[in-house]
T-cell receptor
């Protein structure tokens, strides 16, 4: 099992360009998440998908859109990149559980620089 | 006020030292408490979790929760250079699946 995979690993964009970050998991998890990680800020939730067909905003959704393509795949799109979106982006997934700690499994991350 | 506060460090200790990492939180509805470890340029991995006040031990690691003080800690005994990483506390409340993370503490254990 590959777990959670993310592409690309690195990306440099110019201000105003668009791009899509791809994420896939092979653990048959229902829930998937997108986070960004900035120095001194920890992990901040951008969007999440509790199950296939649903998406919800997290803490910092502005400037992003998401698509839950199917149970395995959850993509994050930047329509018009800004320097403030320079960050490391992590995708995560978790199984359907209620009343439990609901461990999240993380991908290796995408390092994005917006010039 | 952030929901979860964590001292970002950095923390540098000699091999064999006891390390204490701490977080405070503000929402008493939080139910589950986790520690993730993140090596450089990798994704976080779950290290320990607990859901009640008290201590939970796993080898050299002990997670401690004090719900009355809204305070969680991770202790590392006999620290090793391989423990050098960023440690993130994470807390789950009543919202489905969502975790709130602390800022992370960068730990370096030098030989």
């Amino acid at each position: 099992n590959a777990g959670v995979t993310q592409t690309p690993k690195f990306q440099v964009l110019k201000t105003g360009q668009s791009m899509t970050l791809q994420c896939a998991q092979d653990m048959n998890h229902n829930s998937m998440y997108w986070y960004r990680q900035d120095p001194g800020m920890g992990l901040r939730l951008i969007y999440y998908s509790a199950s296939e067909g649903t998406t919800d905003k997290g803490e910092v959704p502005n400037g992003y859109n998401v698509s839950r393509l199917n149970k395995r795949e959850f993509s994050l799109r930047l329509e018009s990149a800004a320097p403030s979106q320079t960050s490391v982006y992590f995708c995560a997934s978790s199984p359907v559980t209620s009343g439990r700690y609901n461990e999240q499994f993380f991908g290796p991350g995408t390092r994005l620089t917006v010039l | 006020q952030k929901e979860v506060e964590q001292d970002p460090g950095p923390l540098s200790v000699p091999e064999g030292a006891i390390v204490s990492l701490n977080c405070t939180y503000s929402n008493s509805a939080f139910q589950y408490f986790m520690w993730y470890r993140q090596y450089s340029r990798k994704g976080p991995e779950l290290l320990m979790y607990t859901y009640s006040s008290g201590n939970k031990e796993d080898g050299r690691f002990t997670a401690q929760v004090d719900k009355s003080s809204k305070y969680i800690s991770l202790f590392i005994r006999d620290s090793q250079p391989s423990d050098s990483a960023t440690y993130l506390c994470a807390i789950k409340g009543t919202s489905y699946g969502k975790l709130t993370f602390g800022q992370g503490t960068i730990l370096t254990v030098h030989p």
